[in-house]
């Protein structure tokens, strides 16, 4: 490209051509990097501590959609999202196979870490090495909430 770029300006001295060329690639990637750090963090956040649960970019979906509406035994239903992993989640209790939402897998129960509010399930598949949670979104908030405006 430096080349190049002599080549069509055959006038301009090596010394004042360098930065002109440097400079704007530089910048660019300059202004990714900042762009990049400025964008507000896509926490979710347990809603009863503010503990982070799990991003925006682990969100996964499983049998071809993220969101799943499921009823357990009891007949309570839960509304879902599947993430691919949520580091505010402790898995508590056993694994279990009977009465799964998602066939081949076994759940147990994901509590937050902090305040230990039951959160939603983690789902290992029982013969692969895969696995995700699936997180109740009622009980997650957005670290950083669009903005309302008035
Ligand atoms: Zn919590």
């Not at 399930?121 to 908030?141: A, C, M, P, T």
Request: with cysteine; aromatic share 10%; hydrophobic share 35%.
């Amino acid at each position: 490209m430096y080349s190049s770029y002599l080549l069509l300006s055959p006038n301009v001295l090596i010394t004042s051509a360098l930065p002109v060329v440097a400079e704007p690639e530089v910048k660019s990637q300059v202004d990714e990097l900042v762009e990049l750090l400025e964008q507000p963090a896509s926490a979710l956040l347990c809603k009863h501590c503010l503990n982070t649960i799990t991003y925006e970019h682990e969100r996964i979906e499983i049998s071809g959609q993220h969101i799943h509406l499921k009823m357990n035994p009891a007949g309570f239903a839960f509304e879902f999202g599947c993430f691919c992993a949520a580091p505010g989640c402790n898995q508590y209790g056993q694994y279990h196979s009977e009465a799964t939402w998602f066939a081949g897998c076994s759940w147990a129960i994901s509590l937050c870490t902090c305040c230990q509010q039951h959160l939603g399930w983690h789902f290992r598949q029982n013969d692969e090495n895969s696995s995700f949670y699936g997180i109740v979104l009622d009980k997650l908030v957005m670290s950083n909430p669009p903005e309302v405006s008035s």
